[in-house]
């Protein structure tokens, strides 16, 4: 059986860039659910502990969207929002960090968080730039409005949040 990894790639499907919660609730209702976010996680990476200022950055923490996939029926499900350090976001997304030339950031701290050698990344980095590429080759149906009622109804973001993210998710079939 595989261990399983404690950092992993969240590369989402190529069709769904840009649906993300930052798109479509407006500005303050960010803000409000990425510092809920970040205070929740006592402003440190919920994966590796470490924090952006221990990295050289002038912030702790980034919010990054966790999203669940059914290869079935092409539906991408927001399911929540973690605190992670910059190093840590940026592992999460692999094919950008790669792209601003960043991959030897990427690969080092894969191997500190995850104890993998490098030809263990190699192979990892095979691995998932093939699923990217087969999900990319489908239209996914992106469900945010699940999330965001509970998020609601926790208290998190208020109801003119709730307001507009609607609205901007009609427009965003």
Known sequence: MRTPAKLEADLVPTNTWGKN?????????WDRLRRWAYERAGHRCEICGATGKEQGRKHDVEAHEIW?????SHTQTLVG?????????M???????????????VRQHLAEVNGWSATTI????DYIFDVH?????FRWT??????LRDMHAQGVINDRDLEVAKENLRGKK
């Open 122 to 125: 190699a192979i990892y980095e």
């Open 68 to 72: 669940e996939y059914d290869d079935v």
């Open 133 to 137: 590429a087969h999900r990319s080759r």
């Open 142 to 147: 992106v469900n945010m409005l699940d999330f």
């Open 81 to 89: 929002v973690q605190a992670l350090c910059p190093r840590t976001h």
């Open 21 to 29: 919660l930052r798109a479509v609730l407006p500005p303050s209702g």
């Open 91 to 105: 592992v999460k997304h692999y094919g950008r960090s790669m792209k601003v030339g960043a991959a030897h950031v």
